[in-house]
Every structure is written in structure tokens, then in C-alpha cells.
């Protein structure tokens, strides 16, 4: 059958809960996308283990990330979602373009300075490579479009160079991948720290909301964000802290800066972290409800990473076949 749709995919590592973040940035908008294209969402479990991880968690958190993407709104009738480990095809390709890859351009690789210096003890190869397997992973489903935020254009662009650098040696294999920016996608700011990206690995607690966290952690975590002296409701470069909280405000709510400057006028930061609480508590609320009923429902779970792992596979193999050949493995 032809395809009518442009395809796009997606990966999420399963490195702890989601945060707020995550959920304005990625996850929401997936939901979104799956009447529009057809859609391939990945658990990306084997990018996870380029920070040493303890075995029993990446296994559990790998199930609960899923079941997380299953209660935002993922529907398996709709779109592909699979485990990037149950697709041996990754690997397997991730070999063949890292024979296609200059050395010199992974040395350019933002993140990989990053990640050194965060963790210095363990500086591996695969931190090195990892962008070759995320070329992998987007070539192997001949994504037309991959979502990106500011940290990972680097990579796309280096998965677009490998595609177009195979295709000229070997002739036409690979879709050439453009990025798909999100047009509602806020860049949710730490709530301790509004100038650095909220991130689940700040060492701070109270800098990141998660999507598990019960109401009263939401509250304390909102009422202690920072903000300023000015006791104004605006939106101003000068005022991180306030924007950002602003931002949140308008993600949940559909309200605009305008209508939320206008809503809060004469009223102090306290009142206002505490409608923004609010708001995230109330459209978390369902999803950790929804969430809980399909972590607790094994047979579903399992059956829909089945499904997911056997439709990928399927994907992903026809691609791998045709590298193969191109590249003149010998075939049986």
C-alpha cells in the first residue's frame, strides 16, 4: 500500500519519570500528530545506557515509560510504539554508517563535551558513537520528519549528512530526514534556575516538576520557584523566573501572556504559582490515573510492545536488507 502520509519519529530515553518539560517539549504534542502522519514512537533504552545505568531500573523504567506514552494519548491502532532494544536493527545499522561517518564529525558533537564533563568517569565509546545510532534509528523507518529541540539539531544534521554521503556512494537508499518543529513548543525553563532547560538530572529537586508527582509535591515545588522583587505578573526578559512560570500557565490553560498579565494584575506571586500548581495538577491528574491502570495490566503492556516490536522489525529489516546489499554483505 502506498504511503500517503509523511512519517515521522520520535525516541524518548527512559531515564526516570518525565518531566513537565518533557511533556510541553515532546510528549503532548505526539497525541496531536497521530491523525496527521504516521507516526513511529520510540522507547530509546539503548541511548539510556551510555550513562551507566543499574539493570533492574532500566528494565522497570522502560515499562513504565511506555505505559506513560500510552496514558498521553499514544493509541497502538494508530501508531507504531516499540522498545528500541526489541529492534536488533539499530545496532546492525548503526555499524554500517559508523563505517560512513568521519571521525572529525562526531568530534563537533555538542553533547559529547557535555556529557564528558558531566560525568568524567565515564567517558565511553558508545558517548562518543551515540549519534551514529540516532542516525540509525531515523534512517532505518525512513522518517520524513524527526521532532527536534535546540540540543538535538546537531544530531539530525549529522544523520542528514551520513543519508546524503551513503546515497551518493551507494546510490538512492536512505530518505533524507528534514526536523519538524513543534508551532506550540515551549522551552520549559528550571524553576530554581529559569536561564538553564528544566532537566530531571538537576541535583536540585525543586527545579523540575514530574509527571508523577502527586498534587502536594506540584504546589511545594511551585511555590518555592523563583522569581523576583517586583511583585508584577509580566512577561519580560528581565523577569526568567516570572515568563517562565507564565509560559507553563499558558501551555496548560490556552491563555496567552496578555490574558494572564490581565488576569493577575494586582495580585502577588503567590496567588499566581499557585493557579499555575493548579493547572498542571489538573491536566496530570487523569494521565497519572490512566497511567497507573495500564501499568497494572501486564497482558496489555506486553501486547503492545509485541505488536510494536513486530511492526518495527518489519520496518526496519526491509531498510537493513537493502543496506546490506548495497554495501555487498553476502547474502543468504
Request: proline share 4%.
Amino acid at each position: 500500500m502506498e504511503q500517503t502520509k509523511k512519517r515521522i519519529l520520535s525516541g524518548i530515553q527512559p531515564t526516570g519519570t518525565f518531566t513537565l518539560g518533557n511533556y510541553v517539549g515532546a510528549v503532548r504534542n505526539w497525541d496531536a500528530l497521530q491523525d496527521d502522519y504516521e507516526c513511529v514512537y520510540m522507547v530509546a533504552n539503548m541511548h539510556a545506557i551510555t550513562v551507566r545505568q543499574t539493570p533492574a531500573d532500566l528494565r522497570r523504567q522502560t515499562r513504565e515509560a511506555a505505559a506513560l506514552l500510552l496514558a498521553c494519548g499514544i493509541d497502538p491502532a494508530k501508531s507504531v510504539l516499540f522498545v528500541q532494544s526489541h529492534v536488533p536493527a539499530h545496532a546492525e545499522l548503526s555499524w554500517v554508517l559508523g563505517c560512513n561517518c568521519p571521525f572529525g564529525d562526531l568530534t563537533r558533537m555538542h553533547q559529547f563535551k557535555e556529557k564528558s564533563a558531566k560525568h568524567p568517569e565515564d567517558i565511553n565509546a558508545g558517548l562518543f558513537t551515540y549519534p551514529v545510532l540516532m542516525a540509525a534509528d531515523i534512517l532505518l523507518y525512513n522518517a520524513d520528519l524527526v521532532p527536534v529541540g535546540v540540543d538535538q539539531k546537531q544530531h539530525l544534521e549529522l544523520a542528514r549528512n551520513i543519508a546524503q554521503r551513503f546515497n551518493f556512494v551507494y546510490g538512492d537508499t536512505f530518505v533524507v530526514p528534514d526536523g519538524y518543529i513543534n508551532k506550540t513548543g515551549a522551552k520549559i525553563m528550571s524553576l530554581q534556575e529559569p536561564d538553564k532547560k528544566m532537566s530531571k538530572s538537576d541535583t536540585n529537586v525543586n527545579s523540575f516538576v514530574l509527571m508523577l508527582d502527586d498534587p502536594d509535591t506540584i504546589v511545594r515545588k511551585f511555590k518555592r520557584a523563583v522569581t523576583d522583587s517586583d511583585g508584577c505578573v509580566r512577561a519580560a526578559q528581565e523577569k526568567p523566573g516570572v515568563t517562565n512560570l507564565m509560559s507553563i500557565y499558558s501551555v496548560f490553560t490556552g491563555k496567552d501572556f496578555a490574558a494572564i498579565e490581565h488576569e493577575f494584575e494586582g495580585r502577588g506571586y503567590g496567588e499566581f504559582k499557585m493557579a499555575v500548581a493548579q493547572s498542571v495538577i489538573d491536566v496530570f491528574a487523569p494521565i497519572q490515573a490512566e497511567y497507573k491502570r495500564i501499568l497494572a495490566d501486564k497482558t496489555y503492556l506486553d501486547g503492545v510492545l509485541t505488536q510494536g516490536a513486530q511492526q518495527a522489525t518489519a520496518m526496519a529489516e526491509r531498510t537493513l536488507r537493502k543496506v546490506y546489499k548495497k554495501v555487498g554483505f553476502l547474502q543468504l
